[in-house]
DNA sequence: CGCATTTGACCAGCGC
DNA sequence: GCGCTGGTCAAATGCG
């Protein structure tokens, strides 16, 4: 959209007036008691002529300043599109396993179409605020990596006043994969979670490769623990990553509530 | 009523 | 041996 009236030609803002406009040549000036009431009448006029000026003046900073804004606005409009696009378009190239930035009401652990999203206990102690504000999008995200998780533990760690949440598979009995999940110390936004061991079944909706980098999984930026970095180091060859990185793609572009969150955080922070 | 989560208690490893 | 810390257990609790 274009405030297209602003740059015709034929709108002219410019209403100020020059004192020449009052002046009429060729009057007679003889007749004295005409003039000073001319004089009155031209003081007056004058005066009124500067305050419309002015006000011009200020109407077309005001105008200025209205269309800056505008196209402002209008270019956030355009890179929050653009952010959406990628989120639709790039998922082809995101990383493995489902992640979603979900709406709080997905908090509470669900098992949908056969993959369990598992909670974290950041998660869960953030019950409280998602009852207070349900419509708000919260800034957690909902692990879903394609393995059920069963919460066993939870443990306030020395290093990190957040507590640890500890995880079982329990997708299968005999599984022995253990999780750990943590918000970090320096960025409370940030979930971290460590993998232990290696899932002895197959995965529900992803190929196991996925799970070998939990930390993309998580769906948040991880600082990679020792064990989680091990098993990252397991999937450094390109044509790995290539692949990990399509089936999050596949799995954030098949997830409406991711893009339903994105665009909600994004015209959250638009009009905030 | 069944299942998942919560949470305090317990255990093991480690450093002093 | 003692204390600290991380990890696990299991009874209690909540929810659908």
Redesign the pocket.
């Known amino acids: 959209m274009e405030v297209a009236w602003l740059n015709r030609p034929d709108v002219d803002l410019d209403l100020t007036i020059g004192s020449s406009v009052l002046h009429i040549p060729g009057r007679p000036s003889a007749m004295k008691q005409d003039d000073d009431d001319d004089d009155s009448r031209v003081k007056t006029l004058r005066a009124e002529l500067d305050r419309a000026s002015e006000e011009n003046k200020r109407l077309k900073e005001l105008l200025a300043d209205v269309v800056g804004k505008y196209e402002a606005l209008r270019g956030r409009m355009s890179d929050a599109a653009v952010v959406v696009t990628a989120v639709d378009d790039d998922c082809s190239s995101a990383a493995a396993a489902a992640a979603s930035v979900s709406p709080a009401t997905n908090l ?2 669900k098992t949908v179409g056969g993959a369990a999203a ?2 974290s ?1 950041e998660l ?2 953030c ?1 409280r605020a998602r009852e207070e504000s349900k419509t708000k999008i919260s800034k957690l995200c909902v692990v879903k990596d394609g393995y ?12 990190n006043p957040c507590p ?3 995880f ?1 598979c ?1 997708f299968a009995p005999s599984c022995s994969v ?1 999780r ?1 999940v943590q918000r970090s110390a320096e960025d409370t936004s940030i979930l971290v979670a460590t993998y232990e061991g290696e899932h002895n079944h197959g995965q529900s909706h992803l190929s196991p490769v996925a799970n070998k980098v939990p930390a993309i999984a998580e769906g948040v930026p991880v600082k990679s623990s020792k064990k989680a970095a091990e098993q990252v180091g397991s999937v450094t060859s390109p044509e790995l990553r290539r692949s990990l990185v399509e089936q999050m793609a596949v799995t954030l572009t098949n997830n409406p509530t991711f893009k339903t969150a994105v665009a909600a955080a994004i015209s959250g922070r638009m009009f905030h």
């Open positions: 509470k652990t598992s909670a206990d869960t102690s019950k059920q998780w069963r919460k066993y533990g939870q443990k306030v760690t020395r290093d640890r949440a500890y079982r329990s253990k750990k």
